[in-house]
């Protein structure tokens, strides 16, 4: 058995009143989870399933079906939620699954041929529709489909050795302050499980210490799609619960400390908040010291099964990412931050050697403490203030298959949502091509949409030295020709709506 299944078998034994989850209307202590992870690990061991997927919001039910499926062996694949119905049936098609469990009542992924109860309430197995019925992946305990560089995300195999490593680690970081075992008692989840982080900062942790973990859905704590936030709704629900710890991305912090600027002080009770997902700027790391919210930056990836680095009480350099885990090996190769230790096991039918160094694509460098400073990445990869990774790339191509498009740039790195400038192939109203934007934007996840545009001012050519030699975009020289329509639409200035016989290179709203 791993150590995460052991230390929650351990606490079951020794502390079995113990609270181990609980929402809005039950808690359930560590004896009942135990007790279903063994019921429901036995079962899934008993339809002899290999590989299956995992469907549903956050919930206590996901987190049971999760460990379950890790106790008996069953390679586990998430469905992320944030996914379009297109990058979804991708992973389904990719992970040649013909089963999965679906938490409480939520619509289904795609077609169902048959559905099975499970030995605990409000869990089901789907058998669907199509062909699959993949064997379990040796020493792969989950495979995790990011947000994805392109319109079809990769699968990052993962072993139980990986998913422990960074489990213990960060058990070594956080907790190694004086006091910190025992004043950091119950957790918040807030991010979605099938993203690492949460999964195993924020669920993997918890339960490795005996802690407690509040698990709301989105609506209760005011986040829904991937980057929507009623800033009053979690600050509620956050004073109503109380915890000692979060996991916030960039721009649910920065909406934190605005509110707490304001005079909407966060919860007392708070005593660590990670951040992490996109990078943070150290203004807003500064910003919230001040207001004394107990903030600390950390830095990781997919293929290194999540956190490679992470600030903590004591170990602290603000504008840094903090010091490498110590199960973790960092190295800088002309700029680029290499990684080594808790490498995966290659992506979904491309196996590599998990001894190997991963290039990490982000630049970066060392300081003489130790403390790891990300500098910036050597690919197009647009990373959103939620923390989404989006390729540029493949957002242009889709704006660019509309007849009224001929040329287009997307920005919005470490912003909340995308932007595009854009070249009209013709003549064509504001309100026309809004109107094309908001037709692409129903193919796309909700992350990647368009949801402001710059009309250029001239067509990208390699003359005014916007395109090079054979026809790519010159990105820092568009970026830079449009340093003050770009800034206005992050500006959040009112009224960027205007009329149809407006100059171009004006910036017009979509929603």
Same mark, same amino acid.
């Given at each position: 058995?791993?150590?995460?299944?052991?230390?929650?078998?351990?606490?079951?034994?020794?502390?079995? !009143?113990?609270?181990?989850? *609980?929402?809005?209307?039950?808690?359930?202590?560590?004896?009942?989870?135990?007790?279903?992870?063994?019921?429901?690990?036995?079962?899934?061991?008993?339809? !002899?399933?290999?590989?299956?997927?995992?469907?549903?919001?956050?919930?206590?039910?996901?987190?049971?079906?999760?460990?379950?499926?890790?106790?008996?062996?069953?390679?586990?694949? =998430?469905?992320?939620?944030?996914?379009?119905?297109?990058?979804?049936?991708?992973? %389904?098609?990719?992970?040649?699954?013909?089963?999965?469990?679906?938490?409480?009542?939520?619509?289904?992924?795609?077609?169902?041929?048959?559905?099975?109860?499970?030995?605990?309430?409000?869990?089901? %197995?789907?058998?669907?529709?199509? =062909?699959?019925?993949?064997?379990?992946?040796?020493?792969?305990?989950?495979?995790?489909?990011?947000?994805?560089?392109?319109?079809? =995300?990769?699968?990052?195999?993962?072993?139980?050795?990986?998913?422990?490593?960074?489990?213990?680690?960060?058990?070594?970081?956080?907790?190694?302050?004086?006091?910190?075992?025992?004043?950091?008692?119950?957790?918040?989840?807030?991010?979605?499980?099938?993203?690492?982080?949460?999964?195993?900062?924020?669920?993997?942790? =918890?339960?490795?210490?005996?802690?407690?973990?509040?698990?709301?859905?989105?609506?209760?704590?005011?986040?829904?799609?991937?980057?929507?936030? +009623?800033?009053?709704?979690?600050?509620?629900?956050?004073?109503?619960?109380?915890?000692?710890?979060?996991?916030?991305?960039?721009?649910?912090?920065?909406?934190?400390?605005?509110?707490?600027?304001?005079?909407?002080?966060?919860?007392?009770?708070?005593?660590?908040?990670?951040?992490?997902?996109?990078?943070?700027?150290?203004?807003?790391?500064?910003?919230?010291?001040? %207001?004394?919210?107990?903030?600390?930056?950390?830095?990781? %990836? +997919?293929?290194?099964?999540?956190?490679?680095?992470?600030?903590?009480?004591?170990?602290?350099?603000?504008?840094?990412?903090? *010091?490498?885990?110590?199960?973790?090996?960092?190295?800088? !190769?002309?700029?680029?931050?290499?990684?080594?230790?808790?490498?995966?096991?290659?992506?979904?039918?491309?196996?590599?050697?998990?001894?190997?160094?991963?290039?990490?694509?982000?630049?970066?460098?060392?300081?003489?403490?130790?403390?790891?400073?990300?500098?910036?990445?050597?690919?197009?990869?647009?990373?959103?203030?939620?923390?989404?990774?989006?390729?540029?790339?493949?957002?242009?191509?889709?704006?660019?298959?509309?007849?009224?498009?001929?040329?287009?740039?997307?920005?919005?790195?470490?912003?909340?949502?995308?932007?595009?400038?854009?070249?009209?192939?013709?003549?064509?109203?504001?309100?026309?091509?809004?109107?094309?934007?908001?037709?692409?934007? *129903?193919?796309?996840?909700?992350?990647? !949409?368009?949801? *402001?545009?710059?009309?250029?001012?001239?067509?990208?050519?390699?003359?005014?030295?916007?395109?090079?030699?054979?026809?790519?975009?010159?990105?820092?020289?568009?970026?830079?020709?449009?340093?003050?329509?770009?800034?206005?639409?992050?500006?959040?200035?009112?009224?960027?709506?205007?009329?149809?016989?407006?100059?171009?290179?004006?910036?017009?709203?979509?929603?």
């Amino acid at each position: 058995m791993n150590k995460i299944l052991a230390a929650i078998e351990h606490t079951a034994r020794t502390t079995p !009143q113990a609270i181990a989850l *609980k929402n809005a209307d039950q808690q359930i202590n560590y004896a009942q989870l135990n007790a279903w992870l063994n019921q429901l690990s036995d079962w899934l061991m008993a339809q !002899q399933l290999g590989r299956v997927g995992l469907w549903g919001e956050n919930s206590i039910e996901w987190i049971v079906a999760d460990l379950a499926a890790w106790k008996a062996g069953v390679t586990l694949v =998430p469905l992320p939620r944030f996914f379009s119905p297109s990058q979804l049936q991708h992973l %389904l098609a990719e992970a040649q699954l013909s089963s999965l469990l679906v938490c409480g009542d939520i619509a289904p992924v795609t077609a169902v041929s048959e559905r099975s109860n499970t030995p605990v309430r409000n869990i089901y %197995l789907d058998k669907l529709a199509q =062909p699959g019925a993949a064997a379990r992946i040796h020493d792969v305990a989950k495979i995790t489909f990011t947000s994805g560089t392109t319109g079809a =995300p990769k699968g990052v195999c993962l072993s139980t050795a990986a998913l422990e490593n960074v489990t213990l680690a960060l058990a070594e970081r956080i907790y190694a302050a004086p006091g910190a075992a025992d004043t950091i008692q119950q957790h918040l989840t807030l991010l979605p499980f099938s993203t690492l982080l949460e999964n195993i900062a924020g669920v993997y942790l =918890p339960l490795y210490l005996g802690k407690t973990i509040v698990v709301l859905p989105g609506a209760q704590l005011g986040l829904t799609g991937s980057s929507q936030l +009623s800033l009053p709704q979690l600050l509620q629900t956050m004073h109503q619960y109380q915890p000692n710890s979060v996991i916030l991305l960039p721009q649910i912090l920065q909406g934190l400390v605005v509110a707490a600027e304001r005079g909407f002080g966060l919860p007392s009770a708070l005593k660590f908040i990670a951040v992490g997902g996109a990078k943070t700027p150290a203004s807003l790391i500064a910003r919230a010291r001040v %207001l004394g919210i107990p903030v600390y930056e950390g830095y990781g %990836l +997919s293929e290194c099964a999540s956190v490679v680095s992470l600030n903590a009480p004591g170990i602290d350099k603000p504008g840094s990412v903090g *010091k490498p885990l110590g199960h973790v090996q960092v190295r800088i !190769q002309n700029g680029i931050i290499f990684t080594r230790g808790n490498a995966f096991n290659g992506y979904l039918n491309f196996p590599v050697g998990s001894d190997e160094w991963v290039n990490t694509g982000d630049l970066g460098e060392l300081d003489d403490e130790g403390y790891l400073f990300i500098t910036g990445r050597v690919k197009n990869l647009i990373i959103s203030s939620y923390g989404r990774n989006i390729s540029p790339e493949w957002i242009e191509a889709e704006l660019c298959l509309s007849p009224a498009i001929a040329q287009a740039m997307l920005v919005g790195d470490a912003q909340a949502f995308c932007s595009a400038i854009l070249v009209p192939a013709a003549t064509i109203s504001p309100e026309q091509l809004r109107g094309e934007i908001v037709r692409i934007n *129903k193919n796309l996840p909700d992350y990647a !949409q368009v949801k *402001k545009i710059i009309v250029a001012t001239a067509p990208f050519t390699s003359a005014n030295q916007m395109l090079t030699d054979n026809g790519r975009l010159r990105r820092e020289a568009i970026a830079q020709a449009y340093t003050q329509a770009i800034a206005a639409i992050y500006e959040h200035q009112p009224n960027l709506l205007p009329s149809t016989n407006d100059t171009a290179g004006a910036v017009y709203d979509i929603f």
